[in-house]
């Protein structure tokens, strides 16, 4: 079965610019996501989708394949990552054949691990049509989460369905926030359907010092100190 890893890297970041070539430690932070995807024994290629022709070297250099400079219009702030997938998968398709399963690990999360990538490949069986990674939240929004009210000010997300107060922590749902550690599907899913949402989810529980999903200098900043940690010990 023929698993391909795609990674989506456009230049032009607002919060954190040239993000994606950015040294974190001793190399640039697209090459993690590279490294861990040629890591992985389920992966048998590694492409990499970028509008930028400086990420295409940085990524050709540590081993990814980029047969493709992605167009710009699916490169802006507000393009939907759905279609550069959608362009992606269709472009192999077209040039190198069909594949089974389609991996998309984004360049801003260094600290993957191996072990995540292959639950998720592992986890997407014929009764899942999606599989994405999450994290324990240790806040949830009934309790910890504020509302503007119609009327000004204030109040908690801390209301069942019925419209009554939720005073138990008991009562209400384990909260997960989404990661961008790895998501996993079939190559027609993507092309039949408009969003990741369409389908029959499953996710992959990672830890948090796995998940760090780099948008600002300070989540830089965190994710060296877990690298630095993991390095040493």
Not at 24 to 41: M, R
Not at 79 to 92: D, G, I, N
Not at 165 to 191: F, H, K, S, W
Request: glycine content about 6%.
């Amino acid at each position: 079965m023929s698993c391909w890893a795609f990674i989506f890297a456009r230049s032009g970041s607002k919060g954190l610019p040239g993000k994606n070539i950015k040294n974190l430690l001793d190399k640039p932070l697209i090459a993690y996501s590279i490294e861990t995807a040629l890591e992985s024994p389920s992966i048998d290629r590694v492409i990499v989708s970028t509008d930028d022709a400086d990420i295409a070297d940085v990524a050709k250099s540590f081993g990814a394949e980029v047969p493709f400079l992605r167009p710009s219009e699916l490169a802006q702030d507000a393009s939907p990552e759905w279609l550069a997938w959608q362009h992606a998968v269709q472009w192999v398709q077209d040039h190198w054949g069909m594949f089974d399963k389609f991996i998309s690990l984004p360049a801003t999360s260094p600290c993957r691990v191996v072990s995540d990538i292959e639950k998720c490949i592992d986890a997407l069986s014929d009764c899942v049509d999606i599989v994405v990674t999450a994290t324990e939240s240790q806040h949830n929004p009934h309790f910890n989460m504020l509302k503007v009210n119609k009327g000004g000010g204030y109040s908690r997300f801390n209301e069942n369905e019925a419209g009554q107060e939720i005073v138990r922590r008991q009562d209400v749902d384990q909260a997960y926030n989404m990661a961008t550690v790895a998501y996993v599907c079939r190559p027609g899913y993507i092309l039949s359907g408009n969003s990741l949402w369409e389908g029959r989810m499953d996710a992959v529980i990672v830890k948090p010092e796995n998940a760090i999903d780099i948008d600002t200098a300070f989540d830089f900043f965190l994710a060296e100190l877990i690298l630095k940690n993991r390095y040493v010990n």
